[in-house]
């Protein structure tokens, strides 16, 4: 992989104009075992003249690969997308190590992104333009499908394979060229992914990665060579991408945080709507963007908070390695102290906390960022344990009397990532799916994360930017329109003279 060794050390590297390039950069962050707290490798924070340098190799390349044959584009994903398929496991066990969740769960991150780099194979259909024949007398008109130049993306550590991976492969394979900086908590596995692309015939210059964290992320979101910004992450550095790479005059989408509510009507199916809450909830230490973080049990369903509690304290805590294991380790100690807090905050609010993951031990990784699932219910919508995305496993247990007042609840929250409605109630659904004002809804489904046929998308405090990552937004996101009227004369077409009034004949 590409991390060299210095004086023991593993470090990571930059990738500009196809080569692996040791940084210059004097701020170098470590990579952590999150279970463990081992040092895997240490990450540069790239320095200006390098984010300059990666982005020059990218205008550079641009112009040859916008005029590379779409076929020859596509080909290169095909290949990419085999080579995943091949490598998946290896680098599944690199993620797991580095951001802590299991390896099953690593390969599920994995498989996700896989599923976006198959979709880029149908670029041939996804990048047609339109066609209208005889506009006007002997006129045509038609739409061009460009690529817009230099893109940028700006990933977040918690699913260091898929969200690169909802990025530069749309953005490659419509024409453009790419800067990627991966989060700098867990960079190895992305690298991994990155590998695989130049493996499978991506040109250098094509594809970058810079390193680093504020600084890399403003020069991108400033430079005057880059045209479009993809960020995921937290809302607040979100909304500072959209605003500064917005007055820089780039494209933007930003994909932010959230606050995901699971609605529960007394009707719902018991046994299959507790399984899944407790999996959306509590699942990768709760490190999604679509857990589940917040359940509405409305009317009778009520009464279930006991059984919710039982199998939440079944699951088993413990390093991503372990067989068996259901919650891993949160990423970094300072994310668990976070999440202690924000607990503490929920029990001197006044919520009661029904399941407490704070003292959780796990032999023979005493020194990992463990918390344990903890769960509160008398939750009321002014404490910091609701208004806030705690991103821990920590599930928040509110009550409604009615499916209208549950709406009313989600709607109110500042976020609009997902939620999801359980119900045997096909009326109730209808009404549910068309009031609530959210991404992404999932009915009987905890976390209803799109296919990439369709859109990942988000309201509110969980969005900003128009399109959304993958499916056909994506293309539009990564080109421009260009629409092209015209005319052609026979050798023996009548002369129309001068026309000074504004109509095509
Ligand atoms: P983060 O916002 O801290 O970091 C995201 C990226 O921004 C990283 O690459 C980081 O280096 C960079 N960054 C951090 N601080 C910055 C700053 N001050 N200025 C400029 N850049 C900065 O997010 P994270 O902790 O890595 O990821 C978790 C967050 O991402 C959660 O809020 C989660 O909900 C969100 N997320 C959202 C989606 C979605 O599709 N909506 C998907 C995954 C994660």
Same mark, same amino acid.
């Given at each position: 992989?590409?991390?060299?060794?210095?004086?023991g050390i593993?470090t990571?590297k930059?990738l500009?104009?196809?080569?692996? *390039?040791?940084?210059?950069?004097? &701020?170098?962050r $470590?990579?952590?075992?999150?279970?463990?707290q081992?040092?895997?490798?240490?990450v540069?924070?790239?320095t200006? @003249?390098e984010? $300059?340098a990666?982005?020059?190799a990218?205008?550079?390349a641009? *112009?040859?690969?916008r005029?590379?044959? +779409?076929g @020859?584009?596509?080909r290169?994903?095909?290949k990419?997308? =085999?080579l995943?398929?091949e490598?998946?496991?290896?680098?599944?066990?690199?993620?797991?190590?580095e951001?802590?969740?299991t390896?099953?769960d690593a390969?599920g991150?994995i498989?996700r992104?896989?599923?976006?780099?198959?979709?880029?194979?149908?670029?041939?259909?996804?990048?047609m333009?339109?066609?209208?024949e005889?506009?006007?007398?002997?006129?045509?008109t038609?739409?061009l499908?460009?690529?817009?130049?230099v893109? =940028?993306?700006?990933?977040?550590?918690?699913?260091?394979?898929? !969200? /690169?991976?909802?990025?530069f /492969?749309? =953005? !490659?394979?419509?024409g453009?060229t790419?800067?990627l900086?991966?989060s700098?908590?867990?960079p190895?596995?992305?690298?991994?992914?990155?590998e695989?692309a130049?493996e499978a015939?991506?040109?250098p210059?094509?594809l970058?990665?810079?390193?680093g964290?504020?600084?890399v992320? $403003?020069a991108?979101?400033?430079?005057?060579?880059?045209?479009a910004?993809? #960020?995921?992450?937290?809302?607040?550095?979100?909304?500072?991408?959209?605003n500064l790479?917005?007055?820089?005059?780039?494209? +933007?989408?930003?994909?932010m945080?959230?606050?995901?509510?699971?609605?529960?009507?007394?009707d719902?199916?018991r046994?299959?709507?507790?399984?899944?809450?407790v999996?959306?909830?509590?699942?990768?230490?709760?490190?999604?963007?679509?857990?589940t973080?917040?359940?509405?049990?409305?009317?009778?369903?009520k009464q279930?908070?006991? &059984?919710?509690?039982?199998?939440?304290?079944k699951l088993? *805590?413990n390093?991503g390695?372990e067989?068996g %294991?259901?919650?891993?380790?949160?990423?970094?100690?300072?994310?668990?102290?976070?999440v202690l807090?924000l607990i503490d905050?929920g +029990?001197?609010?006044?919520? !009661?906390?029904?399941l $407490?993951?704070?003292?959780v031990? *796990?032999p023979? #990784?005493?020194?990992?960022?463990?918390v344990?699932p903890?769960?509160f219910?008398?939750?009321?919508?002014d404490?910091q344990?609701?208004?806030?995305?705690?991103?821990g496993?920590?599930l928040?247990?509110?009550?409604v009397?009615?499916l209208?007042?549950?709406?009313?609840?989600?709607n109110?929250?500042?976020f609009?990532n997902?939620?999801?409605?359980?119900?045997?109630?096909?009326?109730?659904?209808?009404?549910?799916?068309? &009031?609530?004002?959210?991404?992404?809804v999932?009915i009987?489904?905890p976390?209803?994360?799109p296919?990439p046929?369709?859109?990942?998308t988000?309201?509110?405090?969980?969005k900003?930017?128009d399109?959304?990552?993958?499916?056909k937004?994506?293309?539009?996101f990564y080109?421009?329109t260009? %629409?092209?009227t015209?005319?052609?004369?026979?050798?023996?077409?009548?002369?129309?003279?001068?026309?000074? %009034?504004?109509?095509?004949r």
């Amino acid at each position: 992989m590409n991390v060299s060794v210095t004086a023991g050390i593993q470090t990571v590297k930059l990738l500009i104009d196809g080569e692996w *390039v040791q940084s210059q950069a004097s &701020e170098w962050r $470590d990579i952590v075992n999150p279970a463990t707290q081992q040092v895997l490798a240490k990450v540069p924070f790239a320095t200006q @003249a390098e984010v $300059d340098a990666a982005v020059a190799a990218a205008q550079k390349a641009y *112009v040859g690969w916008r005029n590379t044959p +779409v076929g @020859a584009r596509m080909r290169i994903m095909l290949k990419f997308q =085999a080579l995943i398929r091949e490598h998946s496991k290896r680098i599944a066990q690199t993620l797991s190590a580095e951001q802590g969740k299991t390896q099953a769960d690593a390969e599920g991150d994995i498989f996700r992104g896989l599923e976006v780099v198959e979709h880029a194979c149908s670029i041939g259909s996804l990048q047609m333009g339109e066609f209208v024949e005889n506009v006007a007398g002997g006129v045509d008109t038609y739409t061009l499908r460009q690529p817009i130049g230099v893109c =940028a993306g700006i990933t977040p550590f918690n699913f260091p394979a898929m !969200i /690169p991976l909802w990025m530069f /492969p749309m =953005a !490659i394979v419509c024409g453009n060229t790419f800067v990627l900086k991966p989060s700098e908590q867990d960079p190895l596995s992305t690298v991994q992914l990155v590998e695989l692309a130049l493996e499978a015939g991506v040109p250098p210059g094509v594809l970058n990665v810079v390193h680093g964290g504020k600084d890399v992320v $403003d020069a991108l979101c400033t430079h005057a060579d880059i045209k479009a910004i993809s #960020f995921v992450g937290s809302t607040a550095v979100g909304t500072h991408v959209y605003n500064l790479a917005g007055q820089h005059g780039k494209r +933007v989408q930003a994909m932010m945080g959230a606050k995901n509510h699971a609605v529960v009507l007394p009707d719902a199916n018991r046994e299959q709507t507790l399984n899944a809450l407790v999996g959306a909830a509590f699942g990768a230490a709760g490190q999604r963007c679509m857990a589940t973080s917040v359940a509405v049990l409305v009317g009778a369903a009520k009464q279930w908070l006991p &059984e919710l509690k039982a199998l939440a304290q079944k699951l088993k *805590v413990n390093a991503g390695s372990e067989p068996g %294991t259901d919650v891993g380790p949160l990423i970094s100690r300072q994310a668990k102290q976070r999440v202690l807090g924000l607990i503490d905050s929920g +029990v001197k609010e006044g919520a !009661i906390l029904e399941l $407490d993951g704070r003292e959780v031990n *796990v032999p023979g #990784f005493e020194h990992g960022n463990f918390v344990g699932p903890t769960l509160f219910s008398g939750v009321t919508t002014d404490m910091q344990i609701y208004t806030q995305e705690i991103f821990g496993p920590v599930l928040v247990v509110l009550t409604v009397d009615t499916l209208d007042e549950a709406i009313a609840l989600v709607n109110r929250n500042p976020f609009g990532n997902g939620t999801g409605l359980f119900t045997q109630s096909g009326a109730a659904a209808r009404k549910f799916q068309s &009031e609530i004002d959210v991404g992404q809804v999932g009915i009987n489904i905890p976390i209803p994360v799109p296919v990439p046929f369709f859109s990942f998308t988000g309201s509110r405090g969980s969005k900003l930017g128009d399109l959304g990552p993958y499916g056909k937004q994506v293309v539009q996101f990564y080109t421009q329109t260009k %629409t092209v009227t015209a005319r052609w004369f026979d050798d023996d077409s009548v002369n129309d003279g001068v026309n000074t %009034t504004i109509n095509l004949r």
